[in-house]
């Protein structure tokens, strides 16, 4: 398949799941329910969006510190500024196109730092790896200092309406029911052999192993502490700054931490769902909010309000990084960490 139209298919199928998921979401509401959610973004206070937007760049900031850290012991030391401007435009590559950023993260610091861009996606991929991990984490945590909201919801949501589905079953339905997922799991099976000879197969075995390699690589790292520290201080800032965000709403603001750990769990797989986060964040925080007794309409506007305040962050420092990157580099050379160890 051509690249430019795989590239097309991809956009056009991320992009495609968030439209749908915002179909799904506001083809059902009633005219209140579409007149409370303008009513919330009427009434949000907006200026609260600003401070968030701030602890919002600190955080990409760290993100360049702790990149920095890892391209260290490869023989480069770059500009924390030029890491940073390269970070930021990678977050604004992934708006137009998934896992361009990666890409024109790499590609940015390996043109102005002449380091050999092969080696800068390694460091992405302990990164990546490392990021994965902490989610993880999070989402652990989230679930046991909680369990009993968590449970409460599986009840309501998901165990009740099961039980009310099948408790009026026949014979017939129950047979139905027992076909399908015989079918399910032996296409499941035949899926899963011919996958495992595929070159798709051989590229996640690849992408396994690379993971590994990044994750074991910090482990070599000098500086490991710091490195720690960077992760909990980024993980911290996301944290604050979605915790800031409450205040925006009235409906909102009396949440606390357990609340805030929970929409930024789920909130971060729905930033990886679709393109750019689109539709698939808004619904997550929507739903996650349920459990803390906000109204659909309320979660579903403040889901929008965090989304496109990080959008409109990545847009506007991203282009300026655009910007400043050939104008700040214009006389500038390099500076490899090993000169720096000699003097």
Same mark, same amino acid.
């Given at each position: 398949?051509?690249?430019? /139209?795989?590239? @097309?298919?991809? =956009?056009? $199928?991320?992009?495609? *799941?968030? +439209?749908?998921?915002?179909?799904?979401? #506001?083809?059902?509401?009633?005219?209140?329910?579409?007149?409370?959610?303008?009513?919330?973004?009427?009434?949000?206070?907006?200026?609260?969006?600003?401070?968030?937007?701030?602890?919002?760049?600190?955080?990409?900031?760290?993100?360049?510190?702790?990149?920095?850290?890892?391209?260290?012991?490869?023989?480069?030391?770059?500009?924390?500024?030029?890491?940073?401007?390269?970070?930021?435009?990678?977050?604004?590559?992934?708006?137009?196109?998934?896992?361009?950023?990666?890409?024109?993260?790499?590609?940015?610091?390996?043109?102005?730092?002449?380091?050999?861009?092969?080696?800068?996606?390694?460091?992405?991929?302990?990164?990546?790896?490392?990021?994965?991990?902490? /989610?993880?984490? @999070?989402?652990? =945590?989230? $679930?046991?200092?909680? *369990?009993? +909201?968590?449970?409460?919801?599986?009840? #309501?949501?998901?165990?009740?309406?099961?039980?009310?589905?099948?408790?009026?079953?026949?014979?017939?339905?129950?047979?139905?029911?027992?076909?399908?997922?015989?079918?399910?799991?032996?296409?499941?099976?035949?899926?899963?052999?011919?996958?495992?000879?595929?070159?798709?197969?051989?590229?996640?075995?690849?992408?396994?192993?690379?993971?590994?390699?990044?994750?074991?690589?910090?482990?070599?790292?000098?500086?490991?502490?710091?490195?720690?520290?960077?992760?909990?201080?980024?993980?911290?800032?996301?944290?604050?700054?979605?915790?800031?965000?409450?205040?925006?709403?009235?409906?909102?603001?009396?949440?606390?931490?357990?609340?805030?750990?929970?929409?930024?769990?789920?909130?971060?797989?729905?930033?990886? $769902?679709?393109?750019?986060?689109?539709?698939?964040?808004?619904?997550?925080?929507?739903?996650?909010?349920?459990?803390?007794?906000?109204?659909?309409?309320?979660?579903?506007?403040?889901?929008?309000?965090?989304?496109?305040?990080?959008?409109?962050?990545?847009?506007?420092?991203?282009?300026?990084?655009?910007?400043?990157?050939?104008?700040?580099?214009?006389?500038?050379?390099?500076?490899?960490?090993?000169?720096?160890?000699?003097?």
């Amino acid at each position: 398949m051509p690249k430019r /139209l795989k590239s @097309l298919l991809q =956009i056009v $199928v991320f992009l495609g *799941i968030g +439209v749908l998921l915002i179909w799904l979401v #506001t083809k059902n509401l009633s005219d209140k329910e579409v007149e409370d959610i303008k009513e919330a973004f009427r009434n949000a206070h907006y200026w609260l969006v600003l401070p968030a937007m701030i602890i919002g760049i600190a955080s990409h900031w760290a993100r360049a510190v702790r990149w920095k850290l890892l391209i260290k012991p490869l023989g480069y030391s770059p500009s924390v500024l030029n890491t940073f401007f390269a970070v930021m435009v990678g977050y604004l590559a992934n708006l137009a196109l998934p896992r361009l950023g990666e890409v024109s993260r790499c590609g940015i610091l390996a043109r102005y730092e002449k380091i050999p861009a092969d080696k800068l996606v390694g460091t992405m991929i302990a990164e990546r790896a490392i990021d994965l991990i902490c /989610l993880i984490i @999070l989402m652990i =945590i989230t $679930v046991a200092v909680q *369990i009993d +909201v968590v449970g409460q919801f599986f009840t #309501t949501r998901i165990w009740v309406p099961l039980q009310q589905k099948f408790a009026n079953a026949g014979p017939t339905q129950w047979l139905i029911l027992a076909v399908i997922l015989i079918v399910v799991i032996a296409a499941i099976y035949i899926f899963l052999k011919r996958f495992a000879r595929s070159k798709a197969a051989v590229t996640v075995r690849a992408l396994a192993r690379g993971v590994m390699e990044g994750i074991l690589s910090v482990g070599k790292m000098e500086r490991k502490g710091w490195f720690l520290f960077y992760t909990l201080l980024i993980w911290t800032l996301y944290f604050s700054m979605l915790y800031c965000g409450f205040y925006t709403l009235d409906e909102t603001s009396h949440l606390g931490f357990k609340a805030a750990m929970a929409v930024l769990g789920f909130g971060s797989i729905g930033m990886i $769902v679709t393109q750019g986060g689109i539709g698939a964040y808004q619904v997550l925080v929507q739903q996650t909010l349920l459990l803390y007794g906000i109204h659909a309409t309320t979660g579903y506007a403040f889901g929008w309000i965090l989304w496109l305040a990080q959008t409109l962050l990545v847009m506007v420092v991203g282009f300026l990084s655009l910007i400043l990157l050939p104008v700040l580099n214009n006389s500038r050379s390099p500076q490899p960490a090993a000169a720096e160890i000699k003097k």
